[in-house]
């Protein structure tokens, strides 16, 4: 096998970086890459997905990654994860004899450590350029479940129907499930015993970077997990204001005292995004400094200045995201930076620590074991939504009333374009078909009939 026809085998099963933005995998395959790093930081509290799937399948995904590394020609090879991970350290020790060529390296107890760029620099040294990728540097990245997917591609022919994600929260039994894709959220929280409260309010994604849905909203290639909350938190209270009464409190609040750019992770790294000097310009209505404006592209949004940072409780994340999509609205691009990135000198005591992230978030009484339950999921229906990736959507191949089984491709990626194929994740009937989603139930619901209406 070499490079194309793996890339073919990626894109063709609908794999997709699982998690974060969704960046099709087959495009990061790279001979211009030495360094492969496999993430396995969890960069989030509560999440737990990548480090069980890691200590369950090590020999599968330390498989995948020595495939990968000889038919790119990739030279050096790292599992970067946290050593608190213990049963995922063992697993690994226990098969590092079959691949010597497999480097651990162990990560800080930091937030946002998983953040690829921030990943990048503490396994490598290297730093990717501010608005730029890491193959710019000759690194490529991809989180454990995305190898895991590609094992199951290659060996086993296998398309991505699945997800691993973590439950956790308000509910009866924390765990990390594997559940069909396009399943609602609210009946995956079932199958973490239900909800212990009724003023609740769920958080598809980490309790960062994660947003608030609705609880019909349903299961992507791209979620690491579902986090309920009570309503009356002040994370839900925080991800659910108004960007205007935002911008009203820091108007009014706002000290410049800059430790939202101290602490900020990207700016440790030397890329110039100022959250201080955007919040001076915004709420003083100043608009002559475009710099600091157009220099929101390169704020990552993992939101420490404001989870974590402002002693005023601000929220320049939210207001700099907000800025970031109406210059995007209105076509302007991105910057071109020059200057060279370096790491603050003072960066190494300006990190944040994961534990006392967690106590400022509020969440230490839900930071539990999420115990791994691999058992087949079949709910009553799915919704399959076909762009869930950076990209081009998929176009469907099936209509109203046919039958597919799982595994079936849905929708194919469109030639020449940067997307990747849809499957179905359950068998069944098809009950609607559209170009943003097909909709299917069970055989075992008893609504076939009604899916030919």
């Known amino acids: 096998m070499d490079a194309e026809q793996l ?5 063709d099963s609908g794999i997709i970086g699982a998690g974060g933005a969704g960046f099709p995998s087959y495009a990061k395959l790279s001979n211009q890459a030495d360094t492969l790093i496999l993430n396995c930081a969890e960069c989030e509290p509560l999440l737990k997905v990548h480090r069980q799937l890691l200590a369950e399948h090590a020999y599968e995904i330390m498989t995948m990654m020595m495939e990968i590394a000889k038919v790119c020609s990739i030279e050096n090879v790292y599992i970067s994860l946290k050593g608190s991970y213990k049963d995922t350290v063992e697993a690994v020790e226990a098969e590092h004899e079959s691949f010597p060529k497999i480097k651990v390296h162990f990560l800080k107890e930091v937030y946002p450590v998983g953040d690829e760029v921030i990943l990048v620099y503490e396994t490598t040294g290297r730093i990717v350029p501010a608005g730029g990728l890491p193959i710019q540097i000759g690194v490529t990245v991809f989180n454990v479940e995305t190898i895991y ?3 199951l591609a ?17 509910v009866k039994n924390p765990c990390t499930l594997r559940v069909p894709i396009g399943m609602a959220a609210s009946k995956v929280v079932e199958l973490a015993g239900g909800q212990t409260r009724s003023d609740v309010a769920y958080i598809m994604g980490g309790p960062a970077t994660g947003r608030v849905i609705a609880r019909y909203e349903v299961i992507t290639k791209t979620t690491n997990a579902i986090l309920v909350l009570p309503q009356t938190s002040s994370l839900i209270g925080r991800k659910q204001a108004s960007v205007k009464i935002d911008m009203k409190r820091a108007m009014a609040s706002c000290c410049q005292c800059q430790m939202c750019t101290d602490l900020c992770p990207r700016f440790l790294l030397g890329h110039p995004v100022e959250p201080h000097s955007f919040m001076r310009s915004a709420t003083s209505g100043v608009s ?3 710099k600091v404006y157009l220099d929101t592209y390169f704020c990552c949004a993992c939101g420490v200045c404001e989870l974590f940072s402002c002693p005023q409780g601000l929220s320049p994340r939210a207001l700099m995201q907000e800025c970031k999509a109406e210059l995007r609205k209105n076509g302007v691009p991105t910057p071109n930076v020059t200057r060279e990135a370096k790491a603050d000198p003072a960066r190494s005591y300006r990190l944040v620590s994961m534990k006392r992230f967690i106590g400022r978030l509020g969440l230490q009484s839900y930071n539990l074991p999420a115990p791994m339950d691999e058992k087949d999921v079949v709910p ?11 990209g081009a959507p998929a176009l469907p191949q099936v209509k109203k009333g046919d039958a597919v089984t799982k595994g079936d491709i849905l929708a194919k990626a469109p030639e020449g374009k940067l997307s990747v194929n849809v499957h179905a994740s359950i068998t069944g009937i098809i009950r609607e078909c559209n170009e943003r989603f097909i909709r299917i139930d069970s055989v075992k619901t008893g609504k076939m009939g009604g899916s030919h209406e």
């Open 7 to 11: 890339k073919e085998i990626i894109r």
């Open 149 to 151: 997917n590609m094992y």
């Open 154 to 170: 290659v060996h086993e022919g296998k398309p991505v129907t699945h997800k691993y994600l973590t439950v956790a929260g308000e």
């Open 288 to 290: 002559k400094n475009t």
């Open 380 to 390: 009553s229906s799915v919704t399959v939504y076909l762009n869930q990736n950076i």
